[in-house]
């Protein structure tokens, strides 16, 4: 239950964030071209909380404007408002379309202002993500970004990787023609290739120090998978030392807890026999599903005998056994880590080139998305996100700041795209007027707004959906 509460309050942390910062932008450019705001708010629905600021200094009207004798009550500040449900939030300006606006404030609305104006307040919002983004990996890249030397381990034969000539020692220096330092760059450029064909080049650095190109060939490469691991189903290894096989953290109401195991019992036995690393307990358990397994645990200097039933596990066609229980946690030789780290007047190229690169992935996944080449049951909803800011918030400010940079790059991105009721719907709209010299008629915006709601809909309840049946 407190697992629970956690990951609901790194989500709750996580998208106030995000949110603030993009209505922000918004905000901030639309006093910049002098349009009245009239509430800020974080999230949706009933405020909880509410303040108004100042209310705004007496602008003079412009001179090319006639002014009606009948004026409304002075203007009163922007309400800033936190409310009930934390899954967006907006900014409400004066406009037209919105509401009476009395005719000595029609120079303040959103909708008297030119079109240029209008395209900037409503871009503001997604560039103000990005920016966060650039800001966030440049913290990174200035402090220092802690990572694993992508070196190979032993490397079955029978694998993707086996065929294609990898040996255990090799340390993968870059990935189609692209430099990588460490396991997770590794991941990052393989994730780029799911559901393509082709071939993968990987530049390996042997173990005498000199530089060998292996090829991986691919079709529709794990277009059909729900949870893609592109590393493990090219069967690469990430060296580790020998960890024994000794429990860190028990899943609540898992086999483990049921079994009566401990954090900080190491196992010894399992069936008899010897168990030498933390690879060789998995092995066992993997292979044993809804099998009893016998084990003999070291607790506190003490062999105790005990036995496990793993639960039945299905991910991507292959079964396997799980108990629930993690690893405990090891501090790496240092030369299995690597500090990647620039100095903070030269860490803004870094930061920007890893946003580029993150942005054109996403708008690549969001293209194989719409084509097919990847399953839509790869779609993340709010319980996903819960649970990865919550591990990243666990695992320290390092990576709750990149999990933040990464989540606001596909924010920014998703609110871009030409959809009615985001951003980039009004953009589209914004666009044509420019080049139609008057707006689209009504009638479409209000038949497009209607489109674009059914489908963010659709698409919020596939996320939630795929959400539940990855619990």
């Not at 919002?125 to 032993?154: H, M």
């Amino acid at each position: 239950m407190m697992e629970v509460l956690q990951s609901i309050l790194a989500l709750i942390v996580t998208l106030s964030i995000l949110v603030t910062i993009h209505e922000f932008g918004h905000y901030w450019v639309a006093r910049m071209f002098n349009v009245h705001v009239l509430r800020f708010s974080v999230g949706f629905g009933k405020p909880i909380y509410m303040k108004r600021g100042p209310a705004p200094e007496s602008v003079p009207v412009p001179s090319d404007q006639e002014v009606s004798t009948r004026a409304n009550e002075p203007l009163k500040g922007t309400e800033f408002a936190v409310a009930a449900i934390p899954l967006g939030g907006y900014v409400k300006m004066l406009d037209e379309r919105e509401g009476f606006v009395p005719d000595d404030q029609l120079h303040l609305a959103f909708n008297r202002k030119p079109v240029g104006q209008r395209i900037a307040i409503v871009a503001a919002g997604p560039i103000a993500n990005f920016i966060l983004a650039i800001v966030a990996y440049w913290v990174l890249f200035s402090v220092g970004v802690a990572g694993v030397v992508p070196l190979l381990g032993d490397i079955d034969p029978d694998s993707k990787a086996g065929r294609s000539g990898f040996k255990a020692g090799q340390e993968i220096v870059a990935i189609d023609g692209q430099e990588v330092k460490t396991w997770s760059d590794v991941n990052l450029m393989l994730f780029k290739r799911i559901g393509e064909s082709g071939t993968i080049v990987i530049k390996v650095k042997e173990a005498s120090s000199y530089d060998s190109t292996l090829y991986v060939e691919i079709g529709d490469w794990m277009s059909e998978v729900e949870e893609p691991y592109p590393v493990s189903d090219l069967g690469l290894v990430l060296k580790y030392p020998e960890i024994p096989a000794r429990i860190g953290a028990i899943v609540a109401d898992g086999r483990a807890e049921q079994a009566g195991l401990l954090a900080g019992d190491e196992v010894i036995r399992a069936n008899g026999e010897s168990v030498p690393s933390w690879v060789s307990w998995v092995g066992v358990i993997r292979a044993n599903p809804e099998v009893p397994v016998s084990l003999e645990i070291l607790r506190t200097n003490e062999l105790i005998k005990v036995t496990v039933k793993p639960a039945r596990t299905e991910r991507n066609g292959e079964v396997f056994g799980f108990i629930g229980a993690s690893r405990e946690a090891i501090q790496l030789p240092a030369e299995m880590q690597r500090n990647v780290s620039y100095p903070v007047y030269f860490a803004w190229i870094p930061a920007v080139n890893k946003t580029w690169e993150v942005t054109v992935f996403t708008l690549a996944s969001i293209k194989k998305l719409i084509i097919g080449a990847i399953s839509p049951k790869n779609l993340s909803g709010p319980i996903t996100i819960a649970q990865v800011a919550h591990a990243t918030a666990q695992s320290g400010l390092a990576s709750f700041v990149g999990f933040i940079a990464l989540l606001s790059i596909s924010l920014g991105v998703l609110n871009l795209l030409p959809i009615p009721v985001l951003d980039g719907g009004h953009l589209l709209y914004y666009f044509i007027e420019l080049v139609a010299g008057r707006p689209v008629p009504e009638r479409i915006q209000v038949w497009g707004l209607q489109m674009g709601m059914f489908l963010i809909f659709s698409i919020m309840l596939l996320a939630f959906y795929n959400d539940l049946t990855r619990l």
